[in-house]
Structures are given as structure tokens and as C-alpha cells.
């Protein structure tokens, strides 16, 4: 199984990225996937799941702002990102597993990471 994130890169605060996550060696659509981001200096923090249904969850920080999609037959999910802030600024990481939750414990597969900054 392999998880590859693209997508990131630096923006200005206001500014939008759509991150990417590609999934190989699994059936997508058997799985929830969310997306975990970690600081520089922090801890891991949840940004949002999705759940084999298509049912969304996202952290307080985020909501109104980050859209997260799947596309089953490509085996991808995305994570949309509007209006960054720097705060927004770290490496996120997709992973899959069987529920849909903001625990990082039950998700079985991650990826490596693609890194975000944000400049105020």
C-alpha cells in the first residue's frame, strides 16, 4: 500500500492550495480518509475526514475553509484549502482506515507528507 501527497507549496495568507492524495495497492473506497497536519514545534493535529459514504468532519480550525473530496475510481482524495492562514503552515499527511474519526489510531496507512507555508 502507498500513499503519495502532492499539492503543497507556499502561499501568501488568503491564498488557496488543492492537496492530493493518490492511493496504490488498496480498494479506496472500502476505507475513510482524513487528513492530519503537524507544525513545525507541535503535535499532530486532525484536519478533517471523510468517510466511505462521503460524510465529512473537520476540526473547528479549519471548517468553513478546507473541503475535503474523494474520487473512488482514481483512488484520490483531495484536500481543498481556502482562504490559508499561517497558522494553516505544516506537513500534511492523508491516511486511510476503517472509520471515519479524528483520532489519528484507527487509520491504518499514511502518507509521507506534503508541506504547506503559509507567509503573513
Known amino acids: 500500500v502507498q500513499l503519495v501527497e502532492s499539492g503543497g507549496g507556499s502561499v501568501q495568507a488568503g491564498g488557496s492550495l488543492r492537496l492530493s492524495c493518490a492511493a496504490s495497492?488498496?480498494?479506496?473506497?472500502?476505507?475513510?480518509i482524513a487528513w492530519f497536519r503537524r507544525a513545525p514545534g507541535k503535535e499532530r493535529e486532525f484536519v478533517g475526514t471523510?468517510?466511505?459514504?462521503?460524510?465529512?468532519m473537520y476540526a473547528e480550525s479549519v471548517k468553513g475553509r478546507f473541503t475535503i473530496s474523494r474520487d473512488n475510481p482514481k483512488n484520490t482524495v483531495y484536500l481543498q484549502m481556502n482562504s490559508l492562514k499561517p497558522d494553516d503552515t505544516g506537513v500534511y499527511h492523508c491516511?486511510?482506515?476503517?472509520?471515519?474519526?479524528?483520532?489519528?489510531?484507527?487509520?491504518?496507512?499514511w502518507g509521507q507528507g506534503t508541506e504547506v507555508s503559509v507567509s503573513s
Open positions: 491516511a486511510f482506515g476503517p472509520s471515519s474519526t479524528a483520532s489519528p489510531d484507527p487509520y491504518l496507512y
Open positions: 495497492g488498496l480498494n479506496g473506497d472500502e476505507y475513510a
Open positions: 471523510i468517510s466511505w459514504t462521503g460524510d465529512a
